[in-house]
């Protein structure tokens, strides 16, 4: 293990809630809009994860964006997908799709499951920095096949979605946020160390299981007020559905398990420390861009990008 002044403690855990969302899509919101900029240069994440079609089945009709990048990662089902570049397609398990919205984007995103009724993924929201909110959209879509998987010697099973692991690149680049997102599965009685930027923000959300994300497997310490964030009292290990946001004091995270396995996503990214104004699926700078981006919608006029 890394000298214990280079590992990263943990700043606050919270658990995910239900919400709903699109035409009444059922899902778990793990943070949004009541925790900017604590997450920065992340916005949102959702977990959605149903074995009843009734919770999803009406999905997230054409809808904007503008100013912001979204990244949705598909565990089991399948979604159906299209948007005003043409593109039309299907996220199916195990693949992504990596959107920026940039100027502006109309897509809609309908969960179809699989044949036995199961949905579960990810969406998740990066910010754009100030001079990249107008920037030409651009779609990415990532096939499983494409994704690499690293089986580390401490027994980690790490699917590289962007970033580096052991030498092995995920094949998402030239990200601006310089990211890394991470899909690890660690079996139990095992550690993963990494290695990470010590400016970035980097979060953990668990998926299944339990580990512990402190790397002295200490208790979550209480703040100031004597209560965990959102009044959560918990200790570590940190089960299914909990995130876990680390404080910017090392350049080393270490997760380990007892008697369970864990599977988690491991997020980070360049902070852009830059004001935000968000309303619904559009996220700028100024109050008066956010107006005039819902101004265009309405007149017709918000794409600016030739389809």
């Known amino acids: 293990m890394q000298n214990v002044q280079n590992q990263r403690t943990i700043d606050k855990i919270w658990k995910s809630e239900p919400t709903i969302e699109g035409a009444g899509v059922h899902l778990k919101r793990v943070f949004g809009f009541h925790e900017v900029p604590l997450l920065d240069p992340f916005l949102l994440l959702d977990d959605f994860r149903s074995e009843n079609p009734a919770d999803y ?44 919205a940039g100027s502006g984007i109309i897509h809609q995103e309908m969960p179809k499951g699989n044949n036995k009724g199961q949905m579960l993924g990810f969406q998740l929201w990066a910010n754009l920095p100030k001079t990249s909110k107008m920037i030409d959209p651009r779609y990415r879509g990532i096939k499983k096949k494409d994704i690499p998987i690293v089986r580390m ?31 690890v599965e660690l079996p139990a009685g095992k550690s993963f160390t990494h290695l990470v930027d010590q400016n970035h923000t980097v979060f953990a959300y668990v998926i299944d299981g339990e580990a512990y994300f402190d790397h002295l497997r200490e208790p979550f310490s ?86």
């Open 57 to 100: 089945k009406a999905g997230f009709p054409w809808h904007p964006h503008r100013g912001i990048e979204t990244i949705t990662y598909v565990l089991e089902g399948d979604v159906e997908h299209g948007d005003s570049m043409g593109h039309q397609g299907n996220i199916a398990s195990g693949d992504i799709q990596w959107m920026t």
């Open 222 to 307: 209480h703040d100031a007020s004597g209560a965990n964030y959102f009044d959560m009292s918990t200790t570590c290990p940190c089960r299914d559905g909990t995130l876990i946001l680390y404080k910017k004091n090392g350049t080393h995270i270490t997760i380990s398990t007892n008697q369970h396995s864990v599977r988690f996503l491991l997020v980070s990214g360049k902070p852009l420390n830059e004001p935000i104004a968000w309303y619904g699926p559009i996220v700028m700078n100024t109050h008066e861009e956010l107006r005039q981006a819902f101004q265009e919608y309405n007149e017709g006029t918000f794409i600016k990008h030739k389809s």
């Open 153 to 183: 010697q401490d027994g980690a099973t790490v699917r590289i979605i962007c970033g580096e692991i052991e030498g092995s690149k995920g094949p998402v680049h030239d990200i601006m946020i310089a990211p890394e997102y991470f899909d």
